[in-house]
């Protein structure tokens, strides 16, 4: 049967600090991946994406770095505010079948 | 601009019951995609329309069905529900499908007693 209960990886960081949500992907076929923030009680919102021709994509105070050979993402975000408290998730794509395979989710909590 | 719409946005239901979920995509667009996030994981894909027909679907059993009508809203619906099927039901619009570009709603907070 499947766990119930599970509890998010959790990072915490000092407001104005960077952050780096890391990500495991597990099939070396996907060629594209998104970050996604997810806010309390509100659906995900795109944050970024990157192609798997790429290893680094930035945006704005967001980077996302991928790393092909340890099959491993991860997103930074610079300067990090209370508005980025939220789960984010890292979700890949294999071939064209629009489907998306979302992580597990990372917890991000601002300290003030 | 109003955003993705899902309605109910709570209902609880008990096992073996039928549920439909309903939602409308912004204004525009033309693909809808379901998406079931179970409490503490990520969400999972379960169908895609684009112009009223499926494009993609999930790991679902058959239980799990959805359409999309011809102003682009769309409806998925549950049979005989299990307990296991307690979740967030997510819609995503987006113009053509592509990834990149999905505006997903609040969702819809099922439970199975």
């Known amino acids: 049967g499947e766990s119930v209960g599970l509890h998010l990886p959790t990072l915490s960081v000092q407001e104005g600090d960077n952050s780096i949500i890391n990500c495991a992907y597990s099939n070396s076929a996907s060629d594209y991946f998104i970050w996604y923030k997810q806010e309390s009680g509100k659906g995900p919102q795109f944050i970024i994406d990157i192609r798997s021709n790429m290893d680094k994509r930035q945006g704005q105070r967001v980077t996302v770095l991928l790393n092909k050979t340890v099959k491993h993402l991860s997103l930074q975000i610079a300067a990090t505010q209370p508005g980025d408290s939220a789960v984010y998730f890292c979700a890949e794509m294999r071939g064209s079948n629009y489907q998306l395979i979302w992580g597990a989710g990372t917890k991000l909590i601002i300290k003030p | 601009d109003a955003g993705v719409t899902q309605s109910p946005t709570h209902l609880i239901k008990t096992r073996g019951q039928h549920v439909t979920l309903r939602c409308s995509p912004i204004s525009g667009h033309k693909s809808v995609s379901w998406y079931q996030q179970v409490l503490g994981q990520g969400p999972q894909f379960i169908f895609q329309y684009y112009e009223k027909e499926e494009r993609g679907r999930g790991n679902f059993p058959d239980r799990f069905s959805a359409r999309q009508f011809p102003n682009y809203s769309s409806e998925l619906n549950v049979n005989a529900l299990l307990l296991g099927d307690s979740a967030l039901y997510l819609c995503?619009?987006?113009?053509?499908?592509?990834?990149?570009?999905?505006?997903f709603g609040e969702g819809s907070r099922l439970t199975v007693l």
């Open positions: 995503a619009s987006s113009l053509t499908g592509a990834l990149r570009e999905l505006f």
